[in-house]
């Protein structure tokens, strides 16, 4: 029998990743509601376009009417949905909160009505300002999100786990380190290779000194899919174990990479509220047999070689910029 998922956001960058691994499965179908906003691009799952156990539906997740005739017809529904960028919540923080908040309350409620699974997909920001020697969250921790950004998903993750408490909802919450790979726009990982790729300055933030942990998106989807399939509803479960460091040292490994100078490396005024440093705890996904299976070296290589061949793809799929508009504090 062929289980049915709905993938909200699913032609955004983890999104559309979602859908490969989902499609892989013979006897699996997938829905897409998407509208195409700054992050997602059709032409991410237009290689599916003839593939009958996928459809694609461009719309809101405000609109409730979709988002029910949709629900209605999964047996599952991965909300991947969200306008998913720091520096942009920081120009337009009521968007944010329409589409995250807002918007995952509609789907929520319609899953309350047809009695499907749910699966969010959330951001380790949520937990604000990491611990600058070392320490971890774990899930239970307190939420300090700082950001527009941070502050809606941990809005939206609350909701669902008082969906779970209040109706007895099947809704489990996933949240993430830093995924990157191949597709991926605006993110620190793109903006930085586009840029030495092009031989045009590389804006890092303030001094570089910010530390961030990085998942290549295989091993970040296999392990959403895990939870949706075994995680217990009502709990949240953290994907972390990638690889930390400082995004000076990343802008030079790209550099590296790209065969570009570290002289294109420009230091930018630093953004508003912008974290030290996150750091999160994966044992419960680590207890459901979760191990990431790609090297950071190995992914950020294949990565950097993805955007060399794909520069041209890449701009022709979006309507709007692919990399990232420094906000400096000041700004």
């Not at 989807?221 to 509803?233: D, N, T």
């Not at 420009?266 to 047999?289: E, K, N, Q």
Request: include cysteine; aromatic fraction near 8%.
């Amino acid at each position: 029998m062929t289980e049915r998922v709905l993938v909200t956001g699913g032609a955004g960058f983890v999104g559309s990743h979602l859908v490969d691994l989902l499609l892989e499965r013979p006897d699996t179908s997938v829905a897409v509601l998407d509208r195409l906003s700054t992050g997602g691009s059709r032409a991410n799952v237009e290689h599916y376009e003839r593939n009958p156990r996928f459809a694609f539906v461009r719309g809101d997740v405000n609109d409730v009417g979709a988002v029910d005739d949709l629900v209605r017809q999964a047996d599952a529904v991965i909300h991947a949905a969200a306008e998913s960028h720091v520096d942009r919540s920081i120009d337009a923080p009521r968007e944010f909160l329409e589409s995250n908040l807002l918007g995952t309350q509609t789907v929520l409620e319609a899953c309350r009505a047809h009695g499907t699974r749910m699966l969010m997909i959330s951001t380790d920001e949520v937990y604000g300002a990491g611990d600058p020697d070392g320490g971890l969250f774990e899930e239970d921790h307190a939420l300090v999100p700082r950001s527009p950004y941070a502050a809606s998903k941990a809005a939206a993750d609350l909701l669902c786990h008082a969906y779970h408490a209040t109706y007895g909802l099947p809704v489990t919450v996933v949240r993430g380190t830093n995924a990157f790979g191949p597709r991926q726009i605006e993110r620190v990982v793109p903006t930085y290779t586009i840029a030495a790729l092009e031989g045009r300055p590389i804006p890092v933030y303030g001094e570089g000194k910010q530390r961030r942990e990085f998942l290549h998106v295989g091993d970040w989807v296999r392990a959403a899919l895990l939870v949706l399939e075994q995680g217990e509803p009502g709990l949240v479960y953290n994907i972390g174990e990638g690889h930390e460091l400082e995004n000076l040292e990343l802008a030079r490994r790209i550099c590296a990479l790209a065969g570009a100078p570290e002289s294109l490396i420009t230091f930018v005024p630093d953004r508003p509220g912008h974290d030290f440093r996150y750091g999160i705890s994966a044992g419960r996904l680590l207890a459901l047999g979760w191990r990431p299976e790609i090297p950071f070296d190995e992914g950020l290589e294949s990565t950097v070689a993805w955007y060399r061949d794909h520069l041209e793809w890449l701009r022709r799929a979006h309507d709007g910029p692919v990399v990232t508009e420094p906000r400096g504090a000041h700004a």
